[in-house]
């Protein structure tokens, strides 16, 4: 195995510099992973606003019963009622709804006839359509039991308030707490391809280099050790490269997440990150027959995985991001791997509905790591065949 002993040793001479974006990513990770969320409020607390309530009705037990019903979801406030006063009280948030009974609701709600109340509130509020159903949701009510049934006031009510009282139950799946830890984790793995990038393209342009050097190829054409084994060893050096650089980006999550990496979302993010490391390698070794220098392998490895990153939403999330620029990063495997990153955060079960977008996005990312390696292998036939 010289040829894979000396993929290592061109690897260890330039370790430093390979170090520099583990250690730069590693960092990045604990930072995002110590990031403080304690102060964010999991629970909710209903927060009943301030309404007047103004009844030209009277006498109605059908209107106090509404007027009831309000009072255990709102604040009433007692305003003069005149318009000057209402609309001060409007302007100046002492009040955000009014509503008005007109004489003769009653009588119409019981009788089915069209009923209408005066409301005012501030535009466009989310308080104003929520009273607006809190107030259509009793109406209804109402409307049902009378064309249905035929009640004395005293039982209409009593069914009325019976049935208004009911409530259902609200659970969350995913609290607040963890939702933020799926997103930081997802965050994670994203900074983890432009590290897998970096790395890999500097450490296979590093060793495509020296070996592809006239010279030397030259004089490995001479040697006892067949192209074909030789070849065989090369394959199996990056490949090596390729899983170390992916185990050593990987390992910290074991460190930051513990037993999450061995659940079924965890399992996910590492399959989707060590398929996109086979890109990754793909295009690495795409470069490094390309390239002839240190200068080109290093502006190579800033730029490509820096615009790739910044364009997929590896830094910018891709919500952020125009539709041209997510049309012209589809075209990298970086965006389908984020793409998978950012599923795999929210998914909630595990079915094959919900798991067919993910292995989509990983094959195309597999796909593209055999188009870019069948192009490499092309040129490296060519470059043969014309030296």
């Not at 064309?147 to 009325?160: D, F, H």
């Amino acid at each position: 195995m010289v040829v894979y002993k000396a993929f290592f040793k061109i690897i260890l001479k330039n370790l430093a510099q390979l170090m520099i974006y583990i250690v730069v990513f590693v960092s990045l990770a604990i930072g995002l992973a110590n990031t403080n969320f304690s102060n964010q409020n999991t629970s909710f607390t209903e927060t009943k606003v301030n309404i007047a309530f103004i009844n030209y009705d009277d006498s109605s037990r059908i209107v106090e019963g509404l007027r009831e019903y309000l009072s255990r979801n709102t604040n009433i406030v007692t305003i003069q009622d005149d318009s000057k006063s209402l609309q001060d009280a409007l302007f100046f948030r002492e009040v955000e709804y009014i509503v008005r009974v007109p004489k003769g609701f009653s009588e119409d709600l019981i009788k089915g006839n069209e009923v209408q109340l005066e409301k005012s509130s501030v535009p466009a509020s989310a308080t104003g359509i929520h009273l607006d159903n809190l107030i259509n949701k009793y109406i209804n009510t109402v409307r049902i039991y009378t064309t249905n049934m035929n009640l004395s006031e005293e039982q209409l009510l009593s069914y009325v308030n019976n049935d208004l009282e009911q409530k259902t139950e609200v659970r969350l799946n995913n609290s607040l707490e963890e939702i933020i830890k799926n997103t930081r984790r997802a965050y994670y793995f994203n900074y983890m391809s432009y590290a897998i990038f970096s790395v890999l393209i500097l450490g296979v342009c590093t060793v495509m280099i020296v070996f592809n050097n006239s010279d030397l190829r030259r004089r490995n054409l001479c040697s006892p050790v067949r192209l074909k084994y030789m070849n065989f060893q090369m394959v199996l050096g990056n490949l090596s490269f390729a899983v170390l650089t992916w185990f050593v980006t990987t390992f910290t999550s074991f460190i930051l997440y513990g037993s999450f990496m061995f659940t079924p979302k965890g399992l996910l993010f590492l399959l989707n990150s060590f398929i996109f490391t086979l890109a990754a390698l793909s295009i690495s070794y795409l470069i490094g027959n390309v390239i002839k220098n240190r200068n080109a392998m290093s502006a190579a490895a800033n730029v490509f995985s820096l615009e790739t990153s910044f364009i997929s939403g590896v830094f910018v999330p891709q919500v952020l991001l125009g539709k041209t620029v997510l049309k012209i990063s589809s075209f990298t495997p970086n965006y389908w791997y984020v793409k998978s990153n950012n599923i795999i955060s929210t998914l909630e079960s595990y079915s094959l509905e919900s798991l067919t977008p993910v292995f989509i996005n990983m094959l195309i990312v597999m796909g593209f790591a055999v188009a870019v390696l069948s192009v490499a292998l092309v040129m490296i036939k060519q470059n043969r065949m014309s030296s």
